[in-house]
């Protein structure tokens, strides 16, 4: 049963990606990409994917908007999109994506054994990482919101507000495309189709890495240096949004450097289309469509000598990526009133956000987020500090690189004033995401598109120094061999423990019941409470749940964190003879209280009003009903 189903999620991921290449093929063709991408071994495909899972993803939004969000339609998308690749992307995307293949197939076949083996260790530890992805979801965010939103979507039938979970209002390119696997299946499938963004992006590493006159050799260690990052493995077994953005960027870069060849108006346009896809998967990459506008204005300055020129150029790759990723602030001002909610409700509108109620000396949730991912106390620091703490502090970046990294950094600078111009370019670019990447969210995986592209230019180091004596070129082969035996060990303590509940042996309740405490430390230990939840409370129970990570919960709830601070009356909510009342005004008939939780004066004033009957204790959670109590009229 269980291979069955290891088979079906795998028959579904290759749906997903041939509705995604005929979604890709249809853009790409409607707008003269084809054209230009087909010149260009190997790019159309990978244009046509990256484009393609854009295109699916508004496609969804806009039949989300519309309130036909049903699965059958989904069903109906997916395999109408896959009919049309085999006629529209047949020349496109098929032929050339199997010519691809067969090309490296056969250079490949043609590595000296040590880069045979480090391809081939590469390959098992993405064999690793698809079996991690197969099992239950357990990520923190994931549980939170990054499926929150899509299940919230699909009970609705459409693109709703969810006040009680107010992350869901960010830009959400990426979790579009969890709706669809999570309609089609579950969020095991949005995490293998997750798992598989990882690996276009390896293709983009190889395709960016050839443009820049990299070998193929040297583009094995490129690849390998990148996908051994210890985080790869915990990102691939989660529905988080980085592989995805990572891919949309990657593609962006590739389509500029090649603006940057032709200056043709299409790459330029082509580009500024992922981008949108990139700025569109998370907020803080909105800096990244400012940033590469300037260095479209100051490349083509650079080209034509002409202000005006170079304007024209920045404008159009500005209002193109700012016309497609709008949509999700348009969206976002219709819903809730404000269109980068929740920040900033007090200033530009929307629901407004009360963290004081949380506690004594709480500042407002926005004000506490942008001043977390932006670190205004000391950015500057900050862009040198964190070198230091990829390598002798990586529990605060969670994850860990490879030395070579940093220890090729200065090599990588010197290729600055003596490297072709297009390996230059690619030095420009991860420059600028590593300006933002720092000041904002400074983990690991956040810093995938930096890591990808200097994955590039460390390679190319790390082979220039082995040519220079034969001592150096073993000291390499030890360095990467001894990384690449690490990273393995280290995918296979993460996957191991998965295995059991992929085959079969182990049962979904078992593993979160086991898995999720190990996993999520404090914050999944109240299953045990959910499942009762899930088991005893009547069908039209609805539950103030303490705990954010709803995703496994059967009956209708509302997250106690954002109940308080946007939905219930704060001069009721604390008041022990009135705070019944606001409970019954949402409709809640039960609440679980998660003993570790932050919200204590909530559960005090709720205790202290004797109108709660406790159902089941569990590790960390207690489940009560709410007594009978006279609701009150509200004026």
Excluded at 90 to 115: E, H, K, M, N, Y
Excluded at 234 to 244: A, C, L, M, N, Y
Excluded at 373 to 396: A, Q, S
Aim: charged content about 15%; hydrophobic content about 50%.
């Amino acid at each position: 049963m269980a291979a069955l189903i290891v088979a079906w999620r795998l028959i579904e991921l290759t749906l997903f990606m041939t509705a995604a290449a005929g979604a890709g093929s249809i853009v790409m063709r409607s707008f003269g990409f084809d054209r230009i991408a087909g010149s260009i071994p190997g790019a159309a495909p990978l244009f046509s994917l990256s484009v393609g899972l854009g295109a699916l993803a508004y496609s969804i939004l806009a039949i989300g908007l519309l309130g036909l969000l049903h699965v059958w339609v989904i069903w109906a998308l997916i395999l109408t999109l896959g009919g049309l690749s085999l006629f529209v992307g047949r020349d496109l995307f098929w032929r050339q994506a199997g010519s691809s293949i067969r090309c490296l197939w056969v250079g490949a076949t043609r590595l000296p054994f040590p880069f045979l083996l480090v391809l081939l260790a590469t390959g098992a530890m993405a064999a690793l990482n698809l079996a991690a992805a197969l099992s239950p979801p357990l990520g923190i965010d994931d549980l939170s919101y990054h499926f929150i939103g899509p299940q919230r979507y699909l009970e609705a039938h459409k693109i709703v507000f969810i006040p009680d979970a107010f992350l869901t209002s960010l830009p959400f390119t990426m979790e579009m495309l969890w709706t669809v696997a999570i309609g089609m299946d579950s969020g095991e499938l949005a995490q293998v189709i997750n798992w598989s963004l990882g690996l276009i992006a390896l293709f983009w590493i190889a395709l960016i890495g050839r443009h820049a006159g990299l070998r193929l050799r040297e583009i094995t260690i490129a690849v390998a240096l990148y996908y051994s990052i210890s985080t790869i493995t915990h990102v691939s077994e989660t529905g988080v949004i980085e592989f995805g953005a990572t891919v949309f960027i990657l593609a962006c870069v590739f389509g500029l450097l090649n603006w940057q060849r032709e200056y043709r108006l299409r790459w330029l346009a082509l580009a500024a289309v992922l981008m949108a896809f990139y700025a569109g998967s998370k907020l803080p990459h909105v800096l990244a469509l400012i940033a590469f506008s300037g260095w479209v204005f100051g490349a083509g300055w650079w080209h034509s000598r002409s202000f005006r020129r170079a304007t024209e150029w920045a404008f159009a790759f500005g209002i193109i990526s700012t016309g497609v990723v709008g949509i999700w602030y348009v969206k976002n001002w219709a819903m809730s009133g404000n269109p980068v909610y929740p920040f900033f409700p007090s200033e530009l509108g929307g629901p407004p956000i009360r963290a004081e109620l949380l506690g004594p000396g709480e500042i407002t949730f926005s004000d506490s987020w942008f001043r977390s991912i932006l670190h205004v106390e000391n950015p500057i620091w900050r862009l040198f500090f964190h070198l230091y703490r990829l390598l002798l502090d990586p529990g605060k970046v969670r994850g860990h690189i490879s030395p070579m990294f940093l220890s090729a950094l200065p090599f990588v600078i010197a290729m600055v004033f003596r490297s072709r111009s297009r390996m230059r370019t690619i030095l420009a670019f991860a420059l600028l995401l590593y300006l933002i990447w720092v000041p904002t969210t400074f983990f690991i995986r956040t810093g995938f598109p930096v890591l990808a592209l200097m994955s590039i230019p460390v390679a190319a180091v790390v082979f220039e120094l082995a040519d220079r004596d034969r001592f150096l070129k073993l000291t390499m082969a030890v360095l990467v061999g001894m990384w690449i035996a690490t990273s393995m060990l280290n995918v296979l303590r993460n996957t191991v423990p998965t295995l059991p509940v992929v085959v079969g042996y182990q049962s979904t309740d078992d593993y979160l019941l086991t898995r999720g405490s190990e996993v999520a430390s404090d914050s999944f230990v109240f299953y045990d409470a959910m499942r009762y939840m899930n088991r005893e409370l009547p069908p039209d129970a609805r539950v103030l749940l303490w705990d954010s990570r709803g995703y496994y919960m059967e009956r209708p709830y509302i997250f106690a964190f954002e109940f308080i601070q946007t939905m219930a009356d704060p001069a009721r909510i604390y008041d022990t003879e009135t705070v019944m009342n606001e409970l019954r005004r949402f409709g809640i008939t039960h609440v679980a209280m998660n003993q570790n939780s932050r919200r204590l004066q909530l559960r005090q004033t709720l205790e202290d009003t004797g109108q709660l009957n406790c159902l089941y204790q569990g590790r960390s959670t207690v489940v009560c009903a709410l007594m009978s109590y006279p609701v009150e009229n509200d004026s």
